[in-house]
Structure formats: structure tokens, C-alpha cells
């Protein structure tokens, strides 16, 4: 059994994941062979950032699971990968405590107009403006997962309102005020002064967030994307931000990424970029690592991996996610 690596693994994580499958041979591809390798694998756990030819990798009809290293699973879900029996199994919710702070880094950098002092210290400007305030507002958060739970875990002591939706609404966090269905994203635009977008991108979430819904959130609210970056038509978020009708925006992530260099977003002052950094941390790999082996043994000893997901929907039904 071949298992190909793709994620920046260090010689104990490769020992770690040796020691769960001892009969498997370990191939760490990186990004530079992933494209290369990945027909050779039986099992591969990683995230592609580069382009692969599934195609190839599904004529060579070898590979029996994939384990993402990301929470995100549009770099694999490709309609052949959708269509083939491969199970896939996701990073789900593993990286919700970083996640959870760049938001609030965003969040608090919106509110607190860092923006726009940064660009006043860069002229030694010491001239006081406006600040917002996080306490009393309406926050919404699309996208109930691990992401989105522990944010509103930590948003609980700011003394604000918290609404979601979520695709499957169950166990309702005693933090949280109202949880709707996703079909009420509506209902949660209208209601929130602040939203977060955590909800992964799929057919059916890709363009989401267009002028129409940016019409009906409250004027001067402000919109926070952890998510993925086509989630939102960005053309309409930045006419948006030029009418006031979004007085902020924090996007770890853009429709395009790398953000284009002609992109208005970049300029403008009411908006916070940061390069889909968010589930970095000095722990992601020991934490990604750990999981596979986890999820390793488990598909060794028969049985399924935890996060596997639901192809067609992109993620993981809540009671087989790993906590
Ligand atoms: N910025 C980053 O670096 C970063 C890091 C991790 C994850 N992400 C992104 O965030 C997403 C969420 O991550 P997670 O770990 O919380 O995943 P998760 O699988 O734990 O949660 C996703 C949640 O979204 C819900 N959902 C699905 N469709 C929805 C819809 N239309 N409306 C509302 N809710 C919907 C699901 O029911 C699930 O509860 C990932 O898919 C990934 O794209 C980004
Ligand atoms: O989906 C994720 O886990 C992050 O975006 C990193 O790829």
C-alpha cells in the first residue's frame, strides 16, 4: 500500500503516520510531485495546491481514500472524484481555535478602524477618528461547523446577539439566540450588523453572498469571509463598500487568490486583507497529523474515517466529525 503525502510534514510527522500504517510505504510528494505522484497512491492525505490531473489519477484507478489536509475540500471535490466511489474524509473543525482568532483579528481591526490608523502612524498622524464598538451589536454567523462553533463560543462573553444557519441546525449552543436552517440566510442578513461567513464553498454556496444579499443587511454593517473567497460576488461587495452600505470588510480569503494586483479592495481603507492565513498555526501539522493517524488505523482495522463527507455537499455530517 502506497500512501502519498502532500502537506509540509516534518521526518517525526512521516515516523508518526509510518507507526500507524507499518505496512504501508510513505511517499511525501510536496507540492512540486504531487501532480506526478498521486496516480501512484492508494491513499493520499494532503490538499493540492497545485493543479492535478484527476483525470489521470482516476484512470489509473488505484487510489482508495482520500484524507484532506484542509477543512476545505474544493481542491479535491472535482466531478469525477464526486462521481467515483473514493471516500473522501475532511480537516473539519480542526483548525477552528486559529480560525477563530484571525476573525476576531479582522473583526476587532474593522471595528477599532486599525486601517485606517496605520495608514495615519505611516505619516506620524496622531489625529483621533471614530471607533465602533463590538458590544450590543447583532452578529451572524453562516456556517455552524467547527469554525463557526468556536467563534461564537468566543464571541459568548462580548455582551452581543448571535444568530446562524446552518445546513444541518441541531444541538443549538446556549450562546446562541436563534439557529436556522440554511434557507434563512435571509432572515440572518437582514437581523445582523456583522456577518461571518464559515460555510464551505460548493455549488450550491458559490456566489452566494451577491449585491441582492448585500442589499439586505443593515446599512454601514460589516461583513467578515474565513470561508472561501467566491462565496461572495466580490465586484458587488466592493460597489457595496463604495455606496456605505458595507461599512467594513475582513476577508482571509478572495474569489481569486492570490488577490489580483489591479484589485480595488486593496486600497481601500474600510477593508482588512489577509492571505488565507487563517489556519495557520505552529500546531496545524502536528494536529493535521494526528488525525490521519486516527483516521488511518480506523480505515485499516474497516472501519470509516471520521469527517468522511458528503460528496455531493462538501463536508462532513456533524455526528462523524472528529472532537
Ligand atoms: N481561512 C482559512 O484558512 C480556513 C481554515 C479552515 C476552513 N476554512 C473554510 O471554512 C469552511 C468551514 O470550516 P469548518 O472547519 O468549520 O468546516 P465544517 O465542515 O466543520 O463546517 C461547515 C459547516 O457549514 C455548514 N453549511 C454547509 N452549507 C451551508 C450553507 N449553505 N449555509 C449555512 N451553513 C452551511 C455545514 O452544515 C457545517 O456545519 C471550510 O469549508 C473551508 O472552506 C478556511
Ligand atoms: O480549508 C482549510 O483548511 C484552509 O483554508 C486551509 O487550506
Not at 510536496?30 to 482516476?58: N, S, Y
Not at 487510489?63 to 474524509?89: K, M, R
Not at 452578529?139 to 444568530?163: C, D, F, K, T
Not at 461587495?237 to 494586483?261: F, K, M, N, R
Request: net charge negative; proline share 7%.
Amino acid at each position: 500500500m502506497r500512501i502519498v503525502l502532500c502537506f509540509p510534514v516534518l521526518d517525526k510527522h512521516i515516523k508518526q503516520i509510518q507507526e500507524a500504517a507499518p505496512d504501508a510505504e510513505i511517499v511525501n510528494a510536496g507540492q512540486e510531485r504531487i501532480d506526478e505522484l498521486l496516480p501512484t497512491a492508494d491513499i493520499f492525505i494532503g490538499h493540492a495546491k497545485v493543479p492535478v490531473d484527476w483525470d489521470r489519477v482516476l484512470r489509473a484507478n488505484r487510489l482508495q481514500w482520500i484524507q484532506s489536509s484542509a477543512a476545505g475540500l474544493d481542491h479535491c471535490l472535482v466531478p469525477g472524484v464526486i462521481a467515483s466511489n473514493i471516500p473522501v474524509s475532511s480537516a473539519s473543525g480542526l483548525f477552528a481555535p486559529q480560525v477563530a482568532e484571525q476573525t476576531f483579528a479582522l473583526l476587532f481591526g474593522l471595528l477599532r478602524q486599525l486601517p485606517l490608523f496605520l495608514r495615519a502612524a505611516a505619516k506620524r498622524d496622531f489625529t483621533r477618528l471614530p471607533t465602533d464598538d463590538l458590544r450590543g451589536k447583532t452578529v451572524g454567523i453562516v456556517g455552524l461547523g467547527g469554525n463557526g462553533r468556536m467563534i461564537s463560543r468566543m464571541l459568548a462573553p462580548w455582551n452581543v446577539r448571535i444568530l446562524a444557519t446552518d445546513y444541518y441546525p441541531v444541538e443549538k449552543p446556549s450562546e446562541i439566540e436563534e439557529l436556522w436552517p440554511h434557507d434563512r440566510l435571509d432572515d440572518l442578513l437582514a437581523a445582523s450588523d456583522i456577518v461571518i461567513l464559515t460555510l464551505p464553498l460548493n455549488s450550491d454556496t458559490e456566489g452566494l453572498i451577491d449585491a441582492a444579499r448585500l442589499a439586505e443587511m443593515p446599512r454601514g454593517s460589516y461583513m467578515i469571509n474565513v470561508a472561501r473567497g467566491a462565496v461572495i460576488v466580490e465586484s458587488a461587495l466592493v460597489e457595496a463598500l463604495a455606496s456605505g452600505q458595507i461599512a467594513g470588510a475582513g476577508l482571509d480569503v478572495t474569489e481569486v487568490e492570490p488577490l489580483s494586483e489591479s484589485s480595488l479592495l486593496w486600497d481601500d481603507p474600510k477593508v482588512i486583507i489577509t492571505p488565507h492565513v487563517g489556519a495557520q498555526s505552529e500546531r496545524r501539522v502536528d494536529d493535521t497529523v494526528n488525525l490521519a493517524c486516527v483516521n488511518l488505523r480506523r480505515y485499516l482495522a474497516g472501519k470509516e474515517p471520521y469527517n468522511l463527507v458528503d460528496k455531493r455537499l462538501g463536508f462532513p455530517h456533524p455526528s462523524v466529525v472528529y472532537r
